[in-house]
């Protein structure tokens, strides 16, 4: 038991770092909400309830052009798709456990905990010590998560009008999109999907967006069997 608790505040500990990243997308979160007009109860409920920044700035953009609940919940859903693949890697530890705490861990999973407790070194411990660590880390990104949205509906609430933060929705996804962009694949992607959402931004209900990430999973997809064979055949050519 002793070891339980150590492996949770580990994670705690490692968590850390990542907050200055976490507490600005918060602030950003919590004073947007409150520029559209919602009620800090409801930017409060939904920050609960979402748990994630990204789907959340995706529904208040839906919400403020006043798109069908269908769109908004079909617009999260692919947003967070990503969680399904997080969430099978993490089955084997997680499975067995009852489901409050199966259900409530995984209510908590984010990428920053999905990143921490899928390196190698914690890959490598049993168990027991796994599920405290993933909990040290879930929990202490919840709290931090909840106070920096808050501390952002304080901010807003103070914030003039005329200042329209709604800008700040579009500029936060811009921000990780150029952190995700490693590679040349990656940027293909981008560019695929940037310029689908452009062309497609007429279609009813912000549906265009639903299309610009259907394409660029598409082009995910297919890019690599297309470029591979004729960079290999390049690198091939170079050493003759």
Known sequence: ?????????????DLMPLMSGVLPFGLITG??????????GMVVGMTALFFAGSAQLAAYS????NAPFVIIVATTMVINLRFAIYSASFAPILGP????????????????VYGLCSMPVQMAKNRSERIWYLAG???????????????????????????????????????????TIT????LM??????????????????????????AGVLGGWLLPGWLLPGWLK??????E
């Open 189 to 214: 992607v981008a560019v695929i999907s940037g310029c689908c959402a452009i062309a497609f931004q007429l279609l009813p209900f912000n549906s265009g967006f639903i299309v610009a990430v259907a």
């Open 137 to 179: 880390v879930a929990l202490a990104l919840y709290v931090t998560w909840m106070i920096s949205v808050i501390l952002g509906i304080v901010l807003g609430a103070g914030i003039p009008a005329h200042w329209s933060l709604e800008f700040t929705i579009p500029l936060a996804f811009l921000a990780m999109l150029v952190t």
């Open 62 to 65: 839906l919400i403020q052009d």
């Open 1 to 13: 038991m002793k070891n339980d608790r150590k492996q949770f505040w580990l994670g705690v500990r």
């Open 97 to 112: 456990l009852p489901k409050r705490y199966r259900f409530s861990l995984a209510y908590i999973l984010s990428d920053q």
């Open 183 to 186: 590679s040349r694949l990656l």
């Open 234 to 239: 390049m690198r091939g050519a170079s050493h």
């Open 31 to 40: 004073a947007t909400g409150m520029s559209l007009g919602m009620d800090p």
